[in-house]
């Protein structure tokens, strides 16, 4: 009985899928063996089909009003910086044809297509990160088809509308990107990942864990819930200034967006002061009650206030109007609770506090906001005291440490750190990921190593046992 069920479906997917991913191929075609200043106008124009300032605009607008989530103004800056880095970033590297040539090692490495990539973007992010991976994927001279948030798709249709026209203007294959038609479905996106070559996710870690069980090479990224530390020697002023800015970019739809902060006690009234001055509020016992019934549902957070505008959530939460005026919300936990929703992830204006003892209880402090989740993501610190971040580093399960930074704008890439800009961090295996980087370029191609024999590097046996013969013998 289960088969003729599913025979519509089946039959839906195929008349669906196999289409765009001909066409794709079809567009990789188009391309091939093009050279790499070729690629570069592709990739450029397709950058500036979102920086351009009245698209960005325009598409944070339908952003919002298709998603609820976020704010304009914020989401602006997002599809022009992420958009800027990124293609600042690429601009700065060689994917095609050789990329490498080491004559004394007598190695060559070529740069290859993936093929098609299938890319599922969230609803937080509809039109930054589907522009984001595809000039990723194009630097390559791969395809691409995005797998859109069912409630972001018709703004990421429309920024797909805009790079295909960027790339038709360049009489290149417009067919390079690709997204799914409406209505997108389960089933259609797990179809199109395993028709792809390579699966990239951003997003929910249901979708996470479907493209890892594809059958498809794939890329995910692990949920974030970060937690940052302000020691007893932080420039508390500036440690605030910096946590606002992040805290309330986009409404904390970042998935670096700081979850909790764990104060040490020698500064702690010191700091909670510095923060009330920038704008935040100091709830009450009683208001955390409030936050907490109004903010989950069943056990799950209540998309009427995740992400939304600080008056906004105020007001839904019931708030003293004085809380209206504030732009973010510290909520003090008296210990750490692991099973508290407090400890987890609230994509909302909401900051969980709590109140470390000593350096060594704030590390602790860390590992626990991690373990219930955000392992592999990434943690902060302000500080002047040598030793602290890199004991940090040290210890945490997290592929990013940030330092004296601002996390949503640091975390994803800056221009003032080292990072890849990016909207998709990857957190190793402690988050179930392959990767424990950003997301960049280097995951959209193959390489081919051309080797030629060359002089024998064949150390002796005593360079390389000699230590262990000295130490326990030949035994």
């Not at 003729?4 to 075609?29: F, K």
């Not at 790499?36 to 124009?45: F, K, N």
């Not at 998603?67 to 800027?84: E, L, S």
């Amino acid at each position: 009985m289960a088969e003729p069920a599913s025979a519509p479906r089946d039959e839906q997917e195929t008349a669906v899928i196999e289409p765009l991913i001909r066409r794709a191929r079809t567009a990789m075609a188009g391309i091939s063996g093009v050279d790499q200043a070729r690629i570069d106008e592709l990739v450029t124009a397709v950058a500036w089909s979102l920086y351009k300032p009245e698209n960005a605009r325009r598409l944070a607008e339908m952003a919002v009003q298709d998603t609820g989530i976020g704010n304009v103004a914020d989401k602006v800056v997002k599809n022009q910086r992420k958009t800027f880095g990124t293609l600042r970033d690429l601009m700065r590297a060689r994917t095609v044809g050789i990329i490498e040539d080491d004559p004394a090692r007598g190695l060559v490495r070529y740069a290859k297509p993936v093929g098609v990539v299938a890319a599922v973007t969230p609803s937080t992010n509809p039109a930054a990160t589907p522009v984001n991976k595809t000039m990723m994927a194009l630097k390559g001279a791969n395809a691409i088809i995005i797998a859109p948030s069912p409630a972001g798709w018709t703004t990421t249709h429309e920024a797909v509308e805009l790079m295909r026209g960027a790339l038709a203007r360049l009489d290149a294959p417009a067919d390079l990107v690709q997204v799914l038609p409406a209505p997108v479905s389960r089933e259609i996106t797990r179809a199109v990942m395993r028709a792809a070559d390579l699966v990239v996710t951003t997003g929910s870690q249901n979708n996470v864990r479907s493209a890892y069980s594809s059958g498809t090479p794939a890329i995910g990224v692990g949920a974030g819930n970060v937690p940052v530390v302000i020691d007893d020697t932080a420039d508390l002023d500036d440690a605030a200034e910096k946590i606002l800015a992040s805290k309330t970019f986009d409404n904390a739809t970042s998935c670096s967006s700081e979850n909790s902060l764990i104060i040490l006690d020698g500064v702690y009234e010191e700091a909670m002061d510095a923060l009330v001055r920038v704008g935040a509020y100091r709830t009450a016992p009683t208001e955390r009650e409030l936050i907490e019934k109004a903010l989950w549902r069943d056990g799950k957070l209540n998309r009427e206030l995740i992400a939304r505008d600080a008056d906004v959530f105020a007001r839904g939460v019931d708030l003293a109007p004085e809380a209206e005026k504030c732009r973010f919300f510290l909520v003090e936990e008296p210990e750490f609770d692991p099973g508290s929703p407090f400890a987890d992830e609230k994509l909302s204006l909401v900051l969980t506090v709590y109140r470390a003892r000593d350096f060594d209880h704030a590390v602790t402090l860390v590992r626990d906001v991690l373990d219930v989740q955000g392992k592999g993501h990434s943690c902060g610190i302000h500080t002047r005291t040598p030793g602290h971040p890199e004991r940090l580093a040290e210890t945490m399960d997290v592929v990013r440490v940030l330092i004296n930074q601002a996390h949503t704008f640091g975390n994803g890439g800056s221009f003032n750190n080292a990072l890849n800009f990016t909207l998709s961090m990857g957190c190793g295996t402690w988050g179930g990921n392959s990767i424990s980087e950003n997301l960049n370029y280097r995951h959209f191609i193959n390489i081919t190593h051309l080797v030629t024999a060359v002089g024998e590097d064949r150390p002796t046996e005593e360079e390389l046992f000699g230590a262990h013969f000295a130490r326990y013998g030949r035994d």
